[in-house]
């Protein structure tokens, strides 16, 4: 059974950076996507950004976070970590990591593509 925890939220003042964390485990499949997604009060969740499991790693970013975070992953811990940098109030939100479909043979961060999904974990930028 797949099996999806994240983890790494905090506190951090504006201008700081955090760590989130996704181990995975029991994929019946060696492909598929890792994506991390937000979800703020009052607010729909938005796709943050993805990984793939091909060896290309190819990965996909929301505008709002481009150039600001970055998501990778360890294959031999079987984790994905996405580096929150230059983080600003409006990124306060909770965080899931999901475990899903590629499309097309790239990642994408719709959520109905993402069968799988962490408990979440509390993201607040606030000085």
């Known amino acids: 059974q797949l099996h999806v925890v994240d983890s790494g939220g905090g506190l951090v003042q504006p201008g700081g950076s955090l760590r989130l964390s996704c181990a995975a485990s029991?994929?019946?499949?060696?492909?598929?996507?890792i994506g991390w997604f937000r979800q703020a009060p009052g607010k729909e969740r938005e796709g943050v950004s993805c990984?793939?499991?091909?060896?290309?790693?190819?990965?996909n970013y929301a505008d709002s976070v481009n150039g600001r975070f970055t998501i990778s992953r360890d294959n031999a811990k079987n984790t994905m970590t996405l580096q929150m940098n230059s983080l600003k109030p409006e990124d306060t939100a909770v965080y899931y990591c999901?475990?899903?479909?590629?499309?097309?043979?790239?990642?994408?961060?719709?959520?109905?593509?993402?069968?799988?999904w962490g408990q979440g974990t509390q993201v607040t930028v606030s000085s």
């Open positions: 029991g994929f019946t499949s060696d492909v598929y996507a």
């Open positions: 990984i793939s499991s091909s060896g290309d790693s190819n990965t």
């Open positions: 999901a475990a899903g479909s590629l499309l097309f043979g790239r990642c994408s961060v719709i959520p109905l593509l993402y069968a799988n």
